[in-house]
C-alpha cells in the first residue's frame, strides 16, 4: 500500500445474534485496510449500549477474552482513518451519545463537505462539541427539537447533509444503516448462516463470518434491522439519487475478495490491466506488480498481452505501518521495509512494471530505482489508472495537489523523466471506465477528471475543524 494516500474507514452492524459482539471483531479485522489508526465496537442488550473503542489496529484494541464476555446481540463497529479531524481518542468511533430520546451510536464512512457550516450554526447556539470529526454534526441534528418532532426524524436529518455517507446507527433496540443519494462509498446488507442481518462497508467482512451478501444499501436508502427483521425506506426520492460511485475504491482501496458497486473488485482491476494492455502494449520479457493492489491489475495486463507473468518483489508482512510516518525519509524507508527486490528474476530483464496509481511519485520513483540497482535491462511502466490530478473532498486522504507528480511535471513524459523508467503509460479514463459495470455518469472520478458529482462550495480539509476550534480558544 503506498504510504501517500490513506483509507479512510470501516463499517459493520449486526442485529440478533448472540456472537454478535465477535462476528463484530472478525468483520472489523477483515475491513482493517479501509482505516488503521482506531477501532471501536458498540453493542446492545436491546436496552443499553456498550461502548469498547481503542487507538491501533482491531488485534490491539481488543482484548479477545473481555470480548467472549459481551454476549449482546445487537452490535456496530468502525474501523478508522481521519479523513476529517486527527487521530485523537475523543475521534473514535462509534461516537456514543445520551439524549433526550435515550442512547445512539453512530459510525460513519465519508465525508460531510457541509459539516463546518453546520457545526457553526449549532456553536453560534451555544453548542459544545466533544470531538473535531465531521461525524458529530449528525448527533447535534438527531438531538434536536425541531427535528425529533417529525414523524420521521432521521429521514429529515439526513436530508441536512451533503456530501459522501454511508453510516451505521445504533439505538438500544435496532440497526440503522444509511447511504448518501450519491452512493459514494460502498455498503452492502448480508445475512449469516443463523438467519441474524449485517451490514459493511465490503462483503469481505461477510466472508469471515460465513455470512451471505443479499444485496447493497441503495443510494438515499434508510435500512433498519430489528426484532421484525429487514425494512427499508428513502429519505430522499429514489428519482433524485444520481449514483457517482468512488471509482478509487475499484482501483485501489477496496479488497479483491470484495464485491462493491455491484461487482468484484478482483475482476475489475483485471479488466483494467487487460485494457492497459490494449491501450499500451509493450514487447518485455515478463510482467510483474507492484504489490499488493496491482497484482490483480497484472494478472489482466499479462492474460491479454504475450508477455509472461512474473514476480519482481518480495513483501514482508511484519514490516508496521508506515502510514504513521511523518517524514518522507522515514516513509521512504518503510517502502524498503515492505518491499525487497527478488534480483535474480528482475537482472538483465526487460520488465513491464504495472502500478495501480501514482500518486507523489517518490514511492514509485524508489521502487524503479531498486529494480534498476537490481540489474533490470529496461522498465517499461504502466500505470493501470490515469493521473491523479485533483483533491478528493469525499473521504480520502490525498496528499495537497501542488504536491502530486502529475501537477509537479505537467506532461506524461516529464513523469517518466522523474521517474527514470524506459517508458511510461496510464489506463486512460475512458478505458477505466469500460471497465466497470455501470455506465460512466454512475461513478465519481473526481481525483482523475476534476469533475465533481456533489459540487464543494468550499473546499473542505482534513483539519477544518480542528483550526476552528483553535480559533474559538485564542
Ligand atoms: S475524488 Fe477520487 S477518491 Fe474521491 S470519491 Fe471521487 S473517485 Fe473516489
Redesign the pocket.
Known sequence: MPPEIQHHCGLFGIYGDPDAVEKTYYALYAQQHRGQESAGICSSDGQEIDRYVGMGLVTEVFDRQRLELVRNPIAIGHVRYSTTGSSAHVNIQPLLVTYSRGQMAIAHNGNLINAKLLRDSYEDAGAIFQTTSDTEVIVHLMAKPDHIKHHDTLAHVLRHLQG?FSLLFLFPDRVVAARDPYG?RPLSLGMTAQGAPVVASETCAFDIIDAQYVRDVQPGEIVTLDRKGISSHYFVEPSECRP?H????HVY?ADPASSIFSENVHIVRSAMGRQLAREAPTDADVVIPVPNCARCASMGYAKQSTVPPGRGFTTSHYAGRSFIMPSQGQRDLAVKMKLNVIKEAVRGKRLVVIEDSVVRGTTTRGKMGALRAAGAKEIHLRVASPP?R???????D?PDPNELVANQCGSVEAIREYLEVDSLHYLSLEGMLSCVRFAPDH??????SGH??ISVDEPVTKFALERHQLRMFE
Open positions: 459522501a459514494v457517482g468512488c471509482i478509487f475504491e482501496f491523479i485533483h483533491p478528493c473532498f469525499y473521504g480520502i490525498f461513478y465519481c472520478t473526481a481525483c482523475f465533481y458529482p
